[in-house]
């Protein structure tokens, strides 16, 4: 699936299935549901739900639990718009 399939999908009441974890918690988020996007990666131990996780703590704010979450991913943190860094992992995770 590529990235602006994966965004056509938003339109849909569940997700497609056979996402993995951290895309279906993106998924989620995209649709305004925070909570149910980090129970999804909160769960998950892989560095890809981390990276998500750290995405969903800088958008609610919290600064300090997104930069250990970041660390959790080996990624640097994200300095530029939310839009711009959900579309940046996303692409990731979709192999792009």
């Known amino acids: 699936m590529r990235l602006e ?17 951290p895309l279906q918690a993106l998924w989620y988020e995209a649709k305004g549901d925070w909570e149910r996007a980090h129970q999804l990666v ?14 969903l703590h800088r ?8 930069h250990y979450w970041y660390r959790r991913a080996s990624k640097p943190p994200f300095s530029g718009d939310f839009e711009s860094e959900w579309a940046q992992i996303a692409a990731h995770l979709l192999g792009e």
Request: no cysteine; net charge negative; aromatic share 8%.
């Open 42 to 55: 909160q769960n998950d131990p892989s560095p890809e739900s981390a990276w998500v996780h750290a995405y």
């Open 5 to 21: 399939e994966f965004r056509a999908t938003l339109n849909d009441p569940q997700p497609p299935a056979g996402l993995s974890v």
């Open 59 to 66: 958008k609610e704010g919290d600064i300090g639990n997104a």
